[in-house]
């Protein structure tokens, strides 16, 4: 285990409000962080609405990580900047954490085990996610990652596929248990790559996948599972037909776009009892100051207009647009936690400093004035 770096943190900055700084300063390539501005606190980043003694299980904690960045999604990453990243996360209080066999073919798996298996195993929580079987190839397939794993893969929603992922990935992880399992990219916008329609691959997984957790939730093996996919169809399905207990929403809740998740997504999951975690919440960078949005690399032709006018009121009430997105995408109550990725220790830090910071209630008054955010969407209070 590498030794720990020591941070400065924003808030040993004086927690005062930092200074303006340019509209999406250091945009310039992978790493860059937008200044927090703000007054921060010392608030917990806890879920204050978790309770572990009633109903289906819900992470208590609020702030987590995602694996994308931590795979080589979208950049390369060296094994060392990516322990740093870990343990900034966990210094600065993220204690949830997400990854996948997917995400740089084992990669990132690999490099959360390595970080994390030295602390206490109750002191977090570990989603990771079945879906595809690894194989090891000297002819590594063309994926989005950056320098994977030298492995390939293929789909497999099976019973038996489904004990297997997990058995391998507990190997990756070097860890005994994980706590939330979700099936992965099961949905329309993956056909393409899932080799039929969705729906025949949900009837497999209906089959296999689905009675195969709720058996390993049952035998106290996982915690939870649910599914983790970027539309909204398979999760409005599976709380119809099957048992699911939590949901990873990715590229579906955000600050710039949020209507269909908050009026027909999150009611549904909220009357089956499930909680949501919402992946991607800074839309993969687009919302702390990155020309790239979500994970095909196109901007919307409406984004830059919206997102211009968000970042002019933040500005008025002395805020950046991260710290607005993160503290929206958390706000609702069926949402448990939020998981924005990070590649390097000062976008970990960055992302626990935008939790505590007391954004104005104007601000939000603001933007549902301007019809910038849904008039019934729930926002956090200053107090």
């Given at each position: ?269 909220a009357a089956h009892g499930a909680s949501v975690v919402v ?105």
């Amino acid at each position: 285990m590498l030794p720990r770096r020591r941070f400065l943190s924003h808030a040993a900055m004086g927690g005062a409000a930092l200074a303006a700084a340019p509209l999406f300063a250091g945009t310039a390539g992978p790493g860059s962080v937008l200044p927090t501005r703000g007054d921060i606190g010392e608030r917990s980043l806890a879920d204050a609405r978790h309770d572990a003694g009633q109903g289906r299980y819900r992470p208590p904690h609020l702030l987590g990580l995602g694996g994308v960045a931590i795979g080589n999604g979208f950049a390369p990453a060296t094994d060392a900047q990516a322990q740093q990243t870990l343990e900034a996360a966990l210094d600065s209080g993220a204690r949830f954490f997400d990854t996948s066999p997917w995400y740089g073919l084992g990669l990132s798996e690999r490099r959360f085990g390595h970080a994390l298996h030295a602390h206490p195993r109750d002191s977090y929580v570990l989603s990771t996610k079945v879906g595809r079987l690894l194989t090891a190839t000297s002819d590594v397939p063309d994926t989005m990652w950056q320098s994977p794993s030298p492995f390939d893969y293929r789909y497999d929603y099976s019973a038996e596929g489904t004990r297997r992922s997990i058995e391998d990935s507990l190997q990756r992880l070097g860890i005994e248990r994980i706590d939330i399992v979700f099936i992965h990219d099961l949905s329309p916008d993956n056909e393409e790559d899932l080799g039929m329609p969705w729906a025949q691959r949900f009837e497999e997984a209906a089959k296999g996948a689905m009675p195969e957790l709720t058996r390993m939730r049952e035998e106290g093996l996982i915690k939870a599972w649910g599914f983790g996919v970027n539309r909204p169809e398979p999760a409005l399905r599976a709380v119809q037909e099957a048992d699911p207990d939590i949901f990873l929403l990715a590229c579906q809740y955000s600050l710039l776009d949020h209507e269909q998740a908050l009026h027909e997504t999150f009611p549904a999951i909220a009357a089956h009892g499930a909680s949501v975690v919402v992946g991607a919440p800074l839309l993969a960078g687009y919302l702390a100051g990155r020309d790239r949005y979500l994970y095909d690399g196109s901007v919307p032709d409406w984004a830059p207009e919206k997102r211009q006018r968000v970042q002019t009121i933040a500005d008025a009430h002395g805020i950046d647009l991260r710290t607005a997105a993160l503290q929206f995408a958390a706000a609702p109550e069926v949402v448990s936690s939020v998981i924005p990725g990070a590649r390097t220790a000062e976008q970990a830090q960055a992302n626990a400093a935008s939790m505590r910071v007391r954004i104005p209630d104007g601000f939000w008054r603001d933007l549902k004035s301007e019809r910038l955010i849904a008039q019934d969407a729930p926002v956090p209070s200053a107090s």
